[in-house]
């Protein structure tokens, strides 16, 4: 016997057998399509209780990732502004040692060197003696 590929409940094809809960069409029955709908019903209601979860959870996420952008903008505009004062400072700086080496000479500049290894090694030592 051959079975029908297209029917849910696996009746022989040309055979008219009324098995249980259709006519003798092959047509389920009013009382199994309408329980047959219930069961649908009730995955339906639980597939889409599961949906409405899982998109909350992926809302909370998206929401908390923005959170997160906003953050690291701000911090991103702190740093930014702490650069921007230190390259300010530098070019100030520089600047100055310019108007320096123009208005006195080179000799300043290599005073200015001097002062600076002479200042290091002092500091240097000190700390060196001040361990031991």
Known sequence: EKLCG???YNRPIGGNMNHRGTTGTGRPSTAAAASSADVLESQNEAMLTTLQSKISTLKNITIAIGDEVKEQNRALEHMQNGMGSTDNLLSSTLGKMKVMYNSHGSMSIVYLAVFCVVTFLVMFFLVR???S
Do not use: I, L, S
């Open 6 to 8: 297209f029917c849910m």
């Open 129 to 131: 003696w001040g361990r």
